[in-house]
C-alpha cells in the first residue's frame, strides 16, 4: 500500500511540473517574464554619464566600464571598445553583450578586451550597439588611454 502511495505522489508532482512547463511554453507568462519590459524607442542621443575607466589591466587583459542614459531600441546590446596601440588608428575592436533594463534610466556597460601586450600603450574609445547593427548615438570622440604591466 506504501509503494502505491508513493507511485500516486510522484505521478501528481510529476504532473504539476508538465503543466507549469506547458503553461509557460504556449504562452501564459510566469511571474518573471511579466517583468520584462519591451524595447524602448531609440534614444535620440546617448550620453556617457560617468566613466569610461579601467576596472582592471593584468595578463593580457584589461576590462573597461562605463555608464550611459538608456539607449532604447533592441534589448540585446554590445558594448564596443576601439582600440589601438596609435591614438589615430583605433582599428582594433572589443565587444561584450549586455541586456538592457528597459525600466532604468541608465545602462552600464563592461567590455573585455584580450591579447594585449604588456609594457604597451593603449588608446580607446568606447559606445554600444544594438544586436540588430545600430550603432547608438555616443559621443565617443574622446580617445582615452592606458597601459598594461
Same mark, same amino acid.
Request: hydrophobic share 35%.
Given at each position: 500500500?506504501?509503494?502505491?502511495?508513493?507511485?500516486?505522489?510522484?505521478?501528481?508532482?510529476?504532473?504539476?511540473?508538465?503543466?507549469?512547463?506547458?503553461?509557460?511554453?504556449? *504562452?501564459?507568462?510566469?511571474?518573471?517574464?511579466?517583468?520584462?519590459?519591451?524595447?524602448?524607442? %531609440?534614444?535620440?542621443?546617448?550620453?556617457?554619464?560617468? *566613466?569610461? %575607466?579601467?576596472?582592471?589591466?593584468?595578463?593580457?587583459?584589461?576590462?573597461?566600464?562605463?555608464?550611459?542614459?538608456?539607449?532604447? *531600441?533592441?534589448?540585446?546590446?554590445?558594448?564596443?571598445?576601439?582600440?589601438?596601440?596609435?591614438?589615430?588608428?583605433?582599428?582594433?575592436?572589443?565587444?561584450?553583450?549586455?541586456?538592457?533594463?528597459? *525600466?532604468? $534610466?541608465?545602462?552600464?556597460?563592461?567590455?573585455?578586451?584580450?591579447?594585449?601586450? $604588456?609594457?604597451?600603450?593603449?588608446?580607446?574609445?568606447?559606445?554600444?550597439?544594438?544586436?540588430?547593427?545600430?550603432?547608438?548615438?555616443?559621443?565617443?570622440?574622446?580617445?582615452?588611454?592606458?597601459?598594461?604591466?
Amino acid at each position: 500500500m506504501s509503494g502505491m502511495h508513493i507511485h500516486t505522489s510522484l505521478r501528481s508532482a510529476a504532473g504539476v511540473v508538465a503543466t507549469a512547463l506547458f503553461s509557460t511554453s504556449i *504562452g501564459v507568462p510566469t511571474r518573471l517574464q511579466a517583468q520584462v519590459l519591451p524595447p524602448a524607442p %531609440a534614444a535620440a542621443s546617448v550620453h556617457i554619464t560617468e *566613466g569610461p %575607466a579601467i576596472e582592471s589591466v593584468k595578463d593580457g587583459l584589461a576590462i573597461i566600464h562605463w555608464t550611459t542614459n538608456n539607449p532604447g *531600441g533592441s534589448n540585446e546590446h554590445f558594448g564596443i571598445v576601439h582600440y589601438g596601440t596609435d591614438a589615430a588608428h583605433l582599428d582594433q575592436t572589443a565587444k561584450s553583450p549586455i541586456r538592457l533594463n528597459q *525600466g532604468h $534610466p541608465d545602462t552600464v556597460f563592461r567590455v573585455r578586451v584580450d591579447g594585449l601586450k $604588456p609594457n604597451t600603450t593603449y588608446y580607446y574609445s568606447v559606445g554600444s550597439m544594438g544586436a540588430n547593427g545600430r550603432v547608438d548615438p555616443v559621443n565617443s570622440s574622446v580617445v582615452y588611454h592606458f597601459t598594461t604591466p
